[in-house]
């Protein structure tokens, strides 16, 4: 698939078989993710946990539903593969390149997953809820100093991806000359 082929057909799945995918397929996700380009070239600052264990899947999960207060809902909707970015904060918190390098190498891993027809949605709520959860965080066996701060579920999909009627008007633009 070309890449703006990719890029026109991405959409968020959230309905999963259940089926992992491919080890292929993964690694293809995973290369696509270390090929992103990261501020200052600081690749030592960024790192992935790919979690396929079906417990702690759910104990994010539960997590998640706990801290927003809605027992009902299942961010992670499903999906048998969660890969989490954390990134090694300069100060108490990440700033902007940080966010940005975590969500660059995510949204690499979202084309990627367009690309091999493999089900992906980008989240934010969970993994903002897991870093509420000290336990579930030292579960992720992170070097020290790592902040998770977004992530990807993957999975085998009956959706398929298709173009996207994009309006001119979705983003607001002006130029200037």
Not at 150 to 172: A, K, S, W
């Amino acid at each position: 698939m070309e890449t703006l082929n990719a890029i026109f057909n991405r959409k968020s799945i959230r309905t999963y078989t259940g089926k992992k995918i491919s080890e292929d397929k993964l690694k293809k996700i995973l290369k696509a993710a270390k090929a992103a380009p990261v501020g200052m070239g600081k690749y030592d600052t960024v790192h992935i946990t790919v979690i396929e264990n079906p417990e702690l899947l759910k104990e994010i999960d539960i997590n998640t539903a706990n801290i927003f207060g809605i027992p009902d809902i299942h961010p992670l909707y499903g999906a048998p593969t969660l890969v989490v970015v954390s990134v090694k904060p300069e100060g108490k918190t990440p700033n902007n390149t940080e966010y940005s390098n975590a969500a660059i190498i995510t949204h690499n891993m979202a084309l990627a997953s367009v690309d091999s027809g493999i089900g992906g949605c980008h989240i934010w709520g969970a993994v903002m809820a897991l870093n509420e959860n000290q336990n579930l965080v030292k579960q992720l066996n992170l070097p020290d100093g790592f902040v998770p701060c977004c992530g990807i579920t993957l999975g085998e999909t009956q959706e398929q991806y298709t173009p996207q009627d994009i309006p001119e008007n979705r983003v607001g633009t002006n130029f200037i000359k």
